[in-house]
């Protein structure tokens, strides 16, 4: 990083956001939780999204923007996937269902915070 990068500490605290939501992830996978309930539940991605929304503002009209906006929307749109999943675990017949809807927005979420911090560490935008 340059040290006259007028960007440089917004996107330092972008890789932290990322490392925050990639330890979740870590967790759902070495632990008996599931990807998409640390990455939900656990306090390193609800850190992760205060933080998104505290900062969001001063990355307005930079490529940092579509970051913040990529982290917001992956945690946002696990919600209801995770919901949907524990209502049909209640069910007791659609559990099998449940826990493939489970596993498949996990990967969503692996893939979504994989792809986000590569493009960060290669100063690119993601696409909106």
């Known amino acids: 990083m340059n040290e006259g990068d007028p960007l440089a500490g917004l996107r330092a605290w972008t890789h932290v956001i990322y490392a925050l939501h990639a330890w979740t992830v870590l967790a759902g996978i070495l632990t008996p939780a599931l990807i998409v309930t640390a990455f939900l539940l656990g306090w390193p991605s609800i ?16 490529f940092l923007e ?35 809807i489970w596993l498949v927005t996990g990967l969503w979420v692996t893939y979504r915070v994989a ?14």
């Open 47 to 62: 850190i992760a999204v205060v933080l998104n929304y505290a900062k969001r503002a001063e990355a307005t009209g930079t």
């Open 66 to 100: 579509s970051h913040f906006r990529w982290q917001i929307r992956t945690f946002w749109f696990a919600v209801p996937w995770a919901l949907l999943g524990a209502i049909l675990w209640l069910t007791l017949l659609l559990i099998p269902l449940a826990v493939v």
């Open 115 to 128: 792809r986000g911090w590569l493009a960060l560490a290669n100063g690119r935008p993601l696409p909106a």
